[in-house]
């Protein structure tokens, strides 16, 4: 049974600092990409960053470049994602998935992505 869950979300203020966490079971992380997706209040779920499991390349969206960062360790089945800087722009629920062929031309496809958690809420108030 695949489960990916995401962890470390809350509440912060502007310009405060979250690290998310991953915990993946079920399948051989060496092998899947990991991509942490978000879905702000009211609109739709947008890609923001992924880490490729050939080379670990790293991908951002434009909106957390530079501020946020993506990590992973394959002996313990984790995925990091380290957020700086934070805006109430960036509140929402905070997805990771795991996908087995993820393209380097598509890293913040949704739909490349195979297994998702459930999520974890992150809220940045002004």
């Known amino acids: 049974d695949v489960q990916l869950q995401a962890s470390g979300g809350g509440l912060v203020q502007t310009g405060e600092s979250l690290k998310l966490s991953c915990a993946v079971s079920?399948?051989?992380?060496?092998?899947?990409?990991i991509g942490w997706f978000r879905r702000p209040p009211g609109d739709e779920r947008e890609g923001i960053s992924s880490?490729?499991?050939?080379?670990?390349?790293?991908y951002y969206s434009d909106s957390v470049n530079g501020r946020f960062t993506i990590s992973r360790d394959n002996a313990k089945k984790m995925v990091y994602l380290q957020m700086n800087a934070l805006s109430p722009e960036d509140t929402g629920v905070y997805y990771c998935a795991a996908g087995f062929r993820v393209p380097k031309a598509s890293p913040l496809q949704p739909r490349r992505y195979d297994y998702w958690g459930q999520g974890t809420l992150v809220t940045v108030s002004s």
């Open positions: 079920g399948i051989t992380l060496e092998d899947y990409a």
């Open positions: 880490i490729m499991n050939i080379d670990s390349t790293t």
